[in-house]
C-alpha cells in the first residue's frame, strides 16, 4: 500500500478481515446529493429542507473550559434512536480519520460528561419547537444512539469500504468497535458529489 510518500506490506487476509467487518456497516445515506461551496453550506441546506433534521455543524457541546467537540453536523431521530451525522467531502485519509475520531470523541463525551448532555439538549432547544424538541432528545436521553459517518465522494457508492484508503479503513473499523463497546450502533455511506 502506498500512502503519502511511503509503502507498506498488508497481509491480504488482514485487509479482506477489515472488508468483511466493515461492510455490513455501510448503508444507504438517505441525504441529497452534494451541490454546495462546503460542508456548512450542504449541511445548513438539508436542514432548511427537512425540518425533522437539525444543523449542529460547528456547534459546542464541550464543557468549559475545556476544547471545542461538535457534536455532529446533522442530528435527527430515526428508527427510534438519536442519529449523530458527521459529514465530510472528501476521501483522503487524514480527513477521513479526523472524521471517525470526532464522531466517537462526541458521543463519548455526550455519554460521560452530563454538561456536554445538557449543552447538546440546550442546542437542540434552540433550534426547535417545543412539540419537536420532546421527539428529538427522548431517544437521547435514552441513551439510544446511532453515529453515521457520511462521506461525500464521486466513488460509486457500490465500492462500500473500498471507496477509501486501507488507513481510513482501519480508523473506522477501530472506531466502529469502540462504539460498539459503548453500546453505540454505528455506519458508514457515501453522499454523491
Known amino acids: 500500500h502506498f500512502c503519502e510518500g511511503n509503502w507498506y506490506r498488508v497481509e491480504n487476509e488482514y485487509v479482506a478481515k477489515i472488508e468483511a467487518y466493515l461492510d455490513p456497516h455501510w448503508t444507504a445515506i438517505g441525504l441529497p446529493p452534494y451541490q454546495h461551496d462546503g460542508e456548512s453550506a450542504y449541511n ?106 457520511a462521506i461525500i465522494t464521486r466513488k460509486d457508492a457500490k465500492g462500500k469500504s473500498k471507496n477509501l484508503p486501507l488507513f481510513s479503513r482501519i480508523s473506522l473499523m477501530r472506531n466502529l468497535k469502540a462504539l460498539q463497546v459503548m453500546g453505540v450502533t454505528g455506519s458508514f455511506g457515501f453522499i454523491e458529489d
Do not use: M
Open 44 to 149: 445548513e441546506a438539508v436542514a432548511a429542507e427537512d425540518r425533522s433534521i437539525i444543523c449542529l455543524d460547528r456547534a459546542n457541546i464541550s464543557p468549559q473550559g475545556q476544547a471545542a467537540i461538535e457534536p455532529c453536523d446533522l442530528y435527527s431521530v430515526q428508527n427510534e434512536k438519536a442519529l449523530f451525522q458527521h459529514v465530510k467531502v472528501s476521501t483522503l485519509s487524514a480527513k477521513l480519520s479526523h472524521l471517525f475520531n470526532q464522531g466517537t470523541n462526541a458521543i463519548e463525551l455526550i455519554r460521560l460528561e452530563n454538561t456536554a448532555l445538557e449543552n447538546l439538549k440546550s442546542l437542540i432547544k434552540d433550534r426547535t419547537t417545543d412539540d419537536q424538541y420532546s421527539e428529538l432528545i427522548a431517544p437521547l436521553v435514552s441513551d439510544l444512539h446511532h453515529v453515521c459517518f
